[in-house]
């Protein structure tokens, strides 16, 4: 292959032209640029020379590979002469990459059993996507905040990338699938174990978000409207062939994620899914052992107190060391209470409340509610006793999960403020105003921000370049 491969003098020859071009509409852009105004004038004018340069000269370079009897040397006739294959002559293709669209001319292959092939295209990597990753991967990173309208014309901006609105968001929904399944499978796990972990201590949360989805009545009008508006311009319809994709029964479906994390929060780690409470906890099973939970030193998971979310972690993960309460989850429902008996914004309500947080944080539950017990016998009935009788009902239930005194000197969190901001991370993007989601792509989304914000990004566009 040594005679294959390109060298520099063939470049700087095949770039001659282009340079010399590239050099005058620089000095053309700072000769005509006004006193005053020299950067402001000049610097659109050389920043599209250097574009169309870069894109040429890339084209150019990959017009020599081309000529170096690839066609010749990766044709099936030379590798597989067994078949009858029949030259269908070349035919040109373009593939979009981070220097700009390429375009390339390569001969097709055909025969009755394996169809057309180019031979060429599995050399450059293009046979199955017509963008590189370099652009797959702009084109997700600025999906993360930004809607695809804006999102596209950012690209074309920033990067001098042109892809219509509409691809655009074909692109980053392939590539949000292309995500959810590879950590759904065993070839994407994060770069990190219990073993690496502050004291060797691994913290769990899990939590459900309401996310917006498409129902069916608003598909049936979305395809009537574009239906009516493709007969108006007298165009056929582009809809892909096959079962249209069904609508939800309803405008929000919650949707779950399971987070992992150290202490000190170097290591974090986070999955969601659109699946019920029994999806999730096969979730946190799966990606409990990618990060070797059963090894930690110490694990124990921090929640809101859900009932579904506490089962799951003691069928899921019985290796935890503790379930814990979030604090500020209790100390909610304890100020619902302070307000029914003091009402909302009074002085004695915010007296009862750190009084009654002081007795759980201090010295457990148990003491808080004995406390509470005494209120009960004040207020025998009434919406002052409902609220009472309701607190006791939730804290009684989850005694085990409130026994902060024994938590603060095990040195545990006792908040769990960041699953809660892996919720909002990973959902913001889908909360948009007006947005509504099929459930598949809405989860394809989440899996990119899982990537991103559990610092897993890099990595995991390493071993797509690398696959």
Same mark, same amino acid.
């Given at each position: 292959m040594e005679d294959k491969?390109?060298?520099?003098?063939?470049?700087?020859?095949?770039w001659t032209k282009d340079i010399d071009a590239l050099a005058e509409k620089v000095a053309a852009a700072m000769n005509s640029a006004n006193p005053g105004h020299i950067i402001d004038d000049s610097e659109e004018p050389v920043r599209d020379a250097n574009g169309e %340069? #870069?894109?040429?000269?890339?084209?150019?370079?990959?017009?020599? !590979?081309? $000529?170096?009897?690839?066609?010749?040397?990766?044709?099936?006739?030379?590798?597989?002469? @067994?078949?009858?294959?029949? =030259?269908?002559?070349?035919?040109?293709? $373009?593939? !979009?990459?981070? =220097?700009?669209? !390429?375009? +390339?001319?390569?001969?097709? %292959?055909w025969n009755s059993h394996q169809g057309s092939v180019a031979p060429v295209d599995?050399?450059?990597?293009?046979d199955k996507e017509k963008y590189s990753t370099g652009v797959r991967e702009m084109a997700s990173r600025l999906n993360l905040n930004e809607a695809f309208i804006p999102a596209s014309g950012n690209l074309l901006r920033m990067a001098q990338l042109s892809i219509s609105h509409s691809a655009f968001r074909d692109l980053v929904e392939? /590539?949000?699938?292309?995500?959810?399944?590879?950590?759904?499978? $065993?070839?994407h796990a994060p770069d990190w174990t219990s073993h690496d972990c502050t004291n060797k201590t691994v913290i769990t949360g899990a939590d459900g978000v309401m996310v917006p989805i498409v129902t069916e009545e608003q598909k049936q009008k979305r395809r009537a409207t574009e239906k009516a508006r493709q007969e108006k311009q007298g165009k056929k319809s582009t809809r892909k062939r096959g079962r249209p994709k069904s609508g939800s029964d309803g405008p929000y479906k919650e949707f779950k994620l399971v987070s992992f994390y150290d202490s000190d929060k170097s290591h974090k780690y986070a999955v969601g899914t659109s699946g019920?409470?029994?999806?999730?906890? #096969?979730?946190? #099973?799966?990606?409990? &052992?990618?990060?070797? +939970? &059963?090894?930690?030193?110490?694990?124990?998971?921090?929640? *809101?107190?859900a009932e579904w979310i506490y089962r799951q972690y003691k069928i899921q993960l019985p290796m935890l060391d /503790? =379930?814990?309460?979030?604090? %500020? @989850? !209790?100390? *909610? @429902?304890?100020?619902a209470t302070s307000y029914a008996l003091y009402g909302e914004g009074t002085k004695k309500a915010k007296e009862w409340r750190e009084d009654m947080m002081g007795y759980v944080w201090n010295q457990g539950s148990m003491v808080m509610l004995d406390k509470i017990n005494n209120y009960k016998r004040r207020h025998k009935d009434g919406p002052k006793r409902e609220s009472l009788d309701e607190l006791c009902q939730y804290v009684t239930k989850r005694v085990d999960m409130t026994d902060y005194p024994s938590f603060r000197q095990q040195g545990y969190d006792c908040g769990s403020g960041p699953t809660e901001s892996f919720c909002g991370c990973l959902t913001t993007r889908l909360k948009g105003r007006g947005m509504r989601w099929d459930k598949d792509n809405a989860e394809g989304i989440m899996a990119l921000g899982s990537l991103y914000y559990s610092n897993q990004w890099e990595n995991y566009w390493k071993n797509e370049r690398a696959a």
């Open positions: 491969k390109i060298t520099a003098e063939e470049l700087k020859a095949a %340069f #870069r894109q040429q000269s890339y084209q150019k370079a990959m017009d020599l !590979l081309q $000529s170096k009897k690839l066609q010749e040397d990766f044709s099936p006739q030379q590798k597989l002469p @067994h078949l009858k294959w029949e =030259n269908k002559g070349p035919q040109k293709t $373009s593939c !979009l990459t981070v =220097n700009g669209p !390429l375009t +390339i001319t390569r001969t097709i %292959f599995s050399l450059l990597g293009i392939r /590539e949000g699938l292309r995500a959810m399944q590879a950590i759904t499978s $065993s070839s019920n409470h029994e999806v999730l906890g #096969r979730i946190m #099973r799966r990606e409990a &052992g990618k990060i070797k +939970i &059963g090894q930690a030193e110490a694990a124990y998971s921090v929640t *809101d107190g /503790e =379930n814990i309460l979030d604090y %500020f @989850h !209790l100390r *909610d @429902h304890v100020i």
